[in-house]
């Protein structure tokens, strides 16, 4: 049983001071679990609330990447008890708006992102955090719960991989930026069978990470890219599919360019919603090229938990 008091990473907007605070352990109300964190991954989605560049609740504890340990379950939770290892999706639709009837809960207007825990509703960085049940799912046996902290991100990204529908095996593959987003997509492809990646970073550091997982993929500095593709046929030199985990515009903009006939561009990471970019109508038409974004993680987080992260485990995580 936990104490009364516990400490957790709390965002102000009004104040603009992200800060350590103690406060009440929450209580679970019928149908609700409450977990004790073990591990908590610090999101770009984070970053970009405490730079006031994506909608927040003006005051909330952060944290939608999180694993734990059930201690406490409320009246009417079926299918949990304390002791499950469990993680947790951040996002539920709330079931009774067009956008949840046509099977889009990623963009319903009560629910989606406008309730996400960690971000509208307390969340993962603290000692403990209340969850809905249905939010919840248990931890396969094989998978550790550092492992269990990465399957929010991992939902997302299979949300954008199952937008993508399955390029070809032999697909030229550039992925822009080898953050952690950068890091799961390169093994994602690399676990699926694709053999033919280049991730674009400017950061050293960086690069030697994507070079140390041992996937055989090249990473470079954006500018050796844009010399290779200049060097070249775009045909010989370009790209099928583009995945951008940067966020960054201006790497966005200068990729568009590096796409073959045919070729498909995933919007993954997440931009400042003011920011721009310019690319050719003309250019979309002749390549016939497709855009593909990807909002949150509608459905793909038990596939997430008990498919690929339990595939996955072993060699890539």
């Known amino acids: ?9 709390q965002w102000d907007a009004k104040a ?5 605070v103690d406060v009440p352990v929450p209580k679970p109300e019928p149908e609700q679990v409450i977990i004790k964190v073990s591990y908590a991954g610090v999101c770009g989605t984070d970053l970009h609330i405490i730079q006031k560049e994506f909608p927040a609740a003006e005051k909330v504890i952060l ?12 009246e009417g939770v079926k299918g949990f008890a304390v002791g499950d290892r469990v993680c947790v999706n951040p996002n539920r639709g709330c079931g009774n708006c067009r956008e949840c009837f046509k099977a889009q809960p990623n963009h319903c207007q009560n629910g989606g992102l406008r309730t996400t825990i960690g971000i509208f509703q307390n969340g993962g960085f603290a000692n403990f955090c209340v969850a809905p ?3 919840v799912h248990l931890l396969p046996a094989e998978v550790t719960l550092p492992q ?10 299979l949300r954008g991989w199952d937008n993508m529908n399955n390029p070809p095996l032999d697909s030229r593959v550039l992925i ?7 890091v799961l997509w390169s093994n994602l492809f690399h676990h699926k069978g694709y053999r033919d990646v280049t991730v674009s970073e400017p950061a050293e550091g960086r690069r030697s990470r994507i070079s140390g997982l041992g996937l055989g993929y090249q990473a470079v500095h954006p500018d050796e890219v844009k010399s290779r593709v200049a060097a070249g046929n775009i045909r010989d030199t370009g790209y099928d599919v583009i995945v951008d985990c940067s966020g960054f515009p201006p790497a966005i903009e200068q990729a568009f360019s590096w796409l073959r006939s045919g070729a498909t561009f995933v919007q993954f990471g997440c931009c400042p919603p003011q920011e721009k970019i310019s690319i050719s109508p003309f250019e979309i038409f002749a390549k016939e090229l497709k855009i593909v974004g990807c909002l949150i993680n509608p459905f793909t987080m038990t596939s ?12 890539y995580l």
């Open 148 to 157: 269990g902290a990465l399957c929010e991100p991992l939902s997302c990204i």
């Open 63 to 74: 944290g939608h990447e999180f694993s734990g340990v059930i201690t406490e379950v409320g």
């Open 176 to 182: 822009l930026g080898a953050g952690i987003i950068g």
């Open 16 to 20: 603009d001071v992200l800060s350590l």
């Open 133 to 135: 049940s249905e939010q």
């Open 304 to 315: 997430t938990v008990e498919g690929l992260v339990r595939g996955m485990s072993g060699s």
């Open 1 to 9: 049983m936990a104490g009364t008091a516990m400490q957790a990473v």
